[in-house]
């Protein structure tokens, strides 16, 4: 079969394509119909509130988990019949850690290079880059129930980069690393996407992550309520963001509404408002009685406001409604007061 | 030419770097795998002395304590062997039951722990991994049963290196077809809160039921059915002719069942159960 080497015919003229794929547990869908292609050689990006049915999906595209409905091919070959073929060229990082806490670091990385047929060269050749990459040089020969949960997530990310797949699925790679970690890692993963123009699809919590992609998919309850570019996302939001502060925002937000008509919400920064175009609406605010203006910020829309536009939650839900929370309790008034 | 044009020609090479030179061919891959696998379950076993202590203590209480509470009791046999001697054999089958099984349902621990899906994702065959998970626990319930096995002059039985061999042999065998029948009970299980139903349910039963601990040839005949259903019995009982000469052998409606029988019995089962857990980690749900 020498006509059909690979580098003579292209493999596949999609890296990922998604037809109607629905998955229920019982009588719940959690993933409801969803439809999408991604291209060799993107970065793409799956958004979503938790529970939204991402790392469902994934397990769909990864063959872990048959679909209700529907189909999908990775690298060219369908997820249910063509099972091999898809998990050869594929990697993934899953969403919770997935190592042998017996096994020491090093041992975690070799069981893998085996289990995807690596030769001892190849290995010698990846390995100590990646690595070093994740900053574990010191720590491979440790066993990994001695490592931080940082240092757990690190090796997962070497360890899925190290066979080199043409797909790589990353489920919320890099959550709990430190800031300057994660750049370390996004840099290093961008570098390797170049060279071996891997195919990437990312779910992520971190806006400043889910801007490095392509193209953005944003989901919810199951299904795909929009997809394009960061910037055409960005821009159909169609409103800026106006935060002021006064001495009264109850007050202010009153008489906004009412002088304004437009329906202002506190947050931890201050009363927001979301507006079409910020410039011209902030002399409006100042020449409206009854608001006192202590600062104003006008903000263009951001990722953060797109998915709140499409899915009606704030993306880093969990977290920032906490810290709303403690910031809104007495103590922390009574101290902004002082 | 287009970046997708572009990347997906580099992706192509790429591909045909891995399939063709790159990677491993199919059946040193699949070979590797199973050794990786095996090394695996050694290294766990090595690195958490508790399980190799508390895996011994158990066989241990019932030789030491047991067999010799008893042996006034129980006097010697028509053989003139000690109720400890004769207990020995089963003592060491009952310490690869304990191990194999244990050994299997690791599985659902690694299931809860993720490490599972990390084997399932990878292109590698099922048997491999079945083949693998197999032979590694079989390899660490013979290594207890032989750690036992040492004892053996202490409590006064003597063995000739032929009989030592086939014993370990045995012990071999038994441990293999346990362990792939621990495997089809673990991918039935979901969390490992289950362990403890399959020591009261499986273990136990299959212990009490197996001639280990007393001579299965005068039972009323509902014990006399159920320890002849339970397949541990005719791993005890070939386990105690090889070490034991001369000693009774189990019978089946008063025929007595030859060495040669016993081993096909288990390795029948121990092919059937592998065949069972291949079958049951291709299933994706
Ligand atoms: N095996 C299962 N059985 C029953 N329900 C499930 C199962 N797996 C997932 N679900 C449900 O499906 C929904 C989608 O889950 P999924 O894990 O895909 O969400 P997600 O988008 O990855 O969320 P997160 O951001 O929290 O990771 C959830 O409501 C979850 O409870
Ligand atoms: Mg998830």
Same mark, same amino acid.
């Given at each position: 079969m020498w006509h059909l080497r690979r580098w003579s015919v292209p493999a596949y003229s999609k890296a990922i394509e998604v037809d109607g794929l629905v998955r229920r547990f019982g009588d719940f869908t959690?993933?409801?119909?969803?439809?999408f292609d991604v291209e060799p050689g993107e970065f793409f990006g799956f958004l979503g509130p938790n529970g939204a049915g991402k790392t469902t999906s994934i397990s769909i595209l990864c063959t872990l988990l048959n679909p209700t409905a529907g189909s999908a091919r990775v690298a060219g070959h369908d997820v249910v019949t063509e099972r091999d073929a898809v998990r050869s060229s594929i990697g993934l990082v899953f969403q919770e850690i997935t190592l042998d806490d017996y096994l020491t670091g090093e041992e975690n990385l070799r069981f893998h290079a085996v289990l995807y047929g690596l030769r001892k060269e190849q290995v010698q050749e990846r390995m100590p880059p990646l690595i070093e990459m994740v900053g574990l040089s010191d720590w491979v020969d440790k066993q990994v129930r001695f490592y931080s949960g940082g240092m757990q997530r690190r090796l997962e990310i070497a360890r899925g980069l190290l066979h080199a797949p043409r797909v790589l699925f990353l489920d919320e790679p890099t959550i709990g690393l430190d800031p300057q970690t994660r750049t370390?890692?996004?840099?290093?993963?961008?570098?390797?996407?170049?060279r071996e123009s891997t195919t990437m699809f990312l779910t992520t919590h971190y806006m400043d992550e889910a801007e490095r992609c392509d193209r953005i998919a944003i989901i919810d309850r199951g299904r795909v309520v929009a997809i394009d570019t960061p910037d055409n996302l960005k821009a159909s939001v169609g409103t800026d963001t106006v935060t002021i502060t006064t001495d009264d925002e109850e007050a202010a937000r009153v008489a906004i509404a009412r002088e304004l008509d437009v329906e202002g919400e506190?947050?931890?920064?201050?009363?927001?408002?979301?507006?079409p175009e910020g410039e011209k609406f902030v002399p409006r605010l100042f020449d409206t009685p009854g608001v006192g203006v202590q600062s104003v910020s006008v903000r263009r829309p951001s990722l953060d406001d797109v998915f709140i536009k499409y899915t009606g939650r704030d993306i880093r839900d969990a977290e920032s409604d906490s810290v709303d929370q403690f910031k809104s309790s007495g103590m922390v008034q009574a101290f902004r007061k002082r | 030419m287009t970046t997708a044009e572009a990347a997906d020609t580099a992706g192509a090479t790429?591909?045909?770097a891995a399939s063709s030179s790159g990677r491993d061919g199919r059946f040193v891959h699949n070979a590797r795998t199973v050794y990786m696998v095996w090394y695996r379950e050694i290294i766990r076993f090595l690195r958490s002395p508790a399980r190799i202590v508390s895996g011994l203590?158990?066989?241990?209480l019932f030789l030491v304590v047991l067999g010799a509470g008893l042996n006034p009791l129980v006097g010697d046999s028509s053989e003139?062997?000690?109720?400890?001697?004769?207990?020995?054999?089963? #003592? &060491?089958?009952?310490s690869v039951l304990f191990s194999s099984l244990f050994s299997a349902i690791s599985i659902v621990w690694d299931r809860e722990f993720g490490f599972l899906r990390e084997m399932l994702v990878a292109?590698?065959?099922?048997?491999?991994? #079945? &083949?693998g998970k197999a032979a590694g626990g079989g390899t660490v319930a013979v290594m207890q049963g032989v750690i036992l096995l040492v004892l053996a002059p202490f409590i006064g039985v003597s063995l000739d290196a032929f009989q030592v061999l086939g014993v370990f042999a045995l012990l071999l065998l038994l441990a293999f077809a346990l362990v792939a029948f621990g495997i089809v009970l673990a991918s039935r299980m979901q969390r490992m809160e289950s362990f403890q139903m399959v020591m009261a349910l499986v273990v136990n039963p299959m212990l009490f039921l197996s001639g280990a601990l007393f001579p299965l040839n005068d039972l009323p005949t509902w014990l006399a059915f159920l320890t002849r259903l339970n397949p541990a019995t005719y791993g005890v009982d070939a386990i105690r002719r090889v070490m034991i000469p001369g000693a009774p052998a189990v019978t089946i409606f008063g025929w007595p069942v030859p060495i040669w029988l016993d081993v096909v019995i288990i390795f029948t089962m121990g092919v059937a159960m592998l065949a069972m857990s291949v079958r049951s980690f291709r299933k994706v749900d």
């Open positions: 959690a993933v409801d119909g969803i439809s370390h890692i996004w840099d290093y993963i961008e570098d390797l996407r170049h506190h947050c931890s920064s201050g009363l927001r408002l979301r507006v | 790429a591909a045909s203590a158990q066989p241990i003139g062997v000690t109720y400890q001697e004769f207990i020995f054999p089963g #003592v &060491l089958a009952m292109p590698v065959s099922r048997t491999g991994l #079945v &083949l």
